[in-house]
Structure formats: structure tokens, C-alpha cells
């Protein structure tokens, strides 16, 4: 089994994925890749219409390559439909199918995010899954003023926004607004990210706080890999299949 991880950016480098341990425990194969054009970051609308074309390529590229499935790596899910419509295999979107899979377990999710300028995605992508009563609320995790960067700092910061919101609201459920705590912790202004999810886990149980928290990469990969495994294909009567193929954006 083969899967495709899009980032919808345009670097050139790898990936720092590739040693994610939850690639590592599924027995597929991964290959990682980025967009040869568009933006550095997916912050708004913009970048996302920039990004599309080439995650769709690359989504083409992956299913001619012979991928059994699709992830692309971003919570925006940046050109989720148009990539179902291009190729017949299954495209996962990591926010999609971390709300789904929450959905499972609690009755509602807080998503954290780490810059103002994303909360309205998120509301609307919740807004178009028809799960807004699902949505206890979406909060930005910023550094005070001031204060420094260091990975202890964006613990702290993580922890007390968790507790104010399970305070306040008794949801206990919380979905990274990134694809994973080392993304976060980048957007944050951290530069030593290794051990984030670590040490805020240990920070929540050495004060008695039971929560989830669900972080959409790795949600996402399992989710293709079970997609991959059951033969699943993108419904053409949901995602009907273009008349005309463009390979020369």
C-alpha cells in the first residue's frame, strides 16, 4: 500500500513527516511531497485559491504514480473537492476527519488555533459539515506580551487556554488547528518544537485534567490507510469527474 502526503506549499525540502511515529507503525508505504507553486503559508481564501491548482496536480500525479490514497497535509484542507473530483482514489482532508472522528466521542470539540486570522475557516469548514452545534468554540493560543518562546512558555499557554475552556464550557475535547503540536508550536514563534505534545500531556496529568486532544495529521493518515485497505473511492455522484483534465496549470 502506497500513500500520498500533499503539504500545499511550495518548499523545497523534506519533509519533516516522513518520521512521524505514526507513519512509521502503519505497514504502508509514504511519499511525501509539496506543491511546486503557490504559497509559503495557508492563512486565508487567497492562499487557498493559489495553493488548489497544485495540490490538484500533485494529487493526479500520485494516482498515476499508483497511491492508493491521498492526505493532504494541512488543516485547511486546502483543495479537498477539487482533488476528489480529479482522482478516483481517497482524499483525505486532515481537518475533515478529525471532526468526524471526534464526533464519535464527544458531543462537542474546541479548536485551537495559533493565529486570529484562521479562526473563520474553521467555522465555516464546521458550518459546511452541517456540525456547528457540534463547535464549543474556537480560541487563538498566543504568547502574553512580552513573555518568551521557549517550549515551556508554549506549554504554559496551550495548558491554561485548555483549562479556561474547560472551565467555562466543560468541553473536554480539543482539536489542534494545525496539523500537529510541532506546527503549532512554529506558529507560535518556537523554535525548539520536539516534546510540545509530551510535556502538555504531562502538564494536563500532573493537574488532574482529563481531556482529548486530537491532532489532525495523525487522525488523517490512519484515516487513508483504512480508506486505502477497504478499496474506497470517491463517490461520482458526489464528486463527479471533470470533463476536461488541465495538467499545465
Known amino acids: 500500500m502506497r500513500i500520498t502526503v500533499i503539504a500545499p506549499i511550495a518548499l523545497k525540502r523534506k519533509s519533516s513527516y516522513e518520521s512521524k511515529p505514526c507513519c512509521k507503525a502503519l505497514p504502508c508505504e509514504f511519499a511525501f511531497t509539496f506543491i511546486d507553486k503557490g504559497p509559503m503559508l495557508v492563512l486565508n481564501s487567497y492562499d487557498q485559491a493559489f495553493a488548489t491548482p497544485g495540490v490538484v496536480l500533485k494529487a493526479q500525479e500520485a494516482e498515476a504514480n499508483g497511491a492508493d490514497a491521498i492526505v493532504i497535509n494541512c488543516a485547511a484542507d486546502t483543495g479537498l473537492q477539487a482533488c476528489r473530483e480529479a482522482v478516483s482514489i481517497p482524499v483525505i482532508g486532515v481537518f475533515e476527519s478529525t471532526m468526524l472522528f471526534s464526533a464519535q466521542f ?12 484562521i479562526n473563520g475557516r474553521y467555522q465555516n469548514t464546521i458550518r459546511n459539515m452541517n456540525m456547528s452545534h457540534r463547535l464549543a468554540c474556537t480560541r487563538t493560543i498566543a504568547l ?8 515551556e512558555d508554549v506549554i504554559h499557554a496551550m495548558y ?34 520536539a516534546g510540545i505534545d509530551e510535556g502538555l ?9 482529563k481531556v482529548n486532544i486530537y491532532k489532525p495529521f495523525d487522525i488523517g ?29
Do not use: W
Open 201 to 209: 500531556q504531562a502538564k494536563l496529568a500532573e493537574n488532574s485534567l
Open 144 to 151: 502574553p506580551e512580552g513573555s518568551g518562546k521557549s517550549q
Open 106 to 117: 464527544a458531543d462537542q470539540v474546541a479548536v485551537l488555533t495559533f493565529s486570529d486570522r
Open 221 to 249: 493518515i490512519h484515516t487513508a490507510y483504512i480508506a486505502a485497505l477497504m478499496h474506497v473511492q470517491n463517490s461520482r455522484k458526489t464528486y463527479p469527474a471533470p470533463h476536461t483534465v488541465f495538467n499545465n496549470f
Open 160 to 193: 491554561e487556554n485548555i483549562k479556561d475552556i474547560y472551565d467555562h464550557t466543560l468541553c473536554d475535547s480539543f482539536i489542534l488547528g494545525c496539523s500537529d503540536f510541532e506546527g503549532a508550536g512554529l506558529m507560535m514563534g518556537c523554535t525548539s518544537v
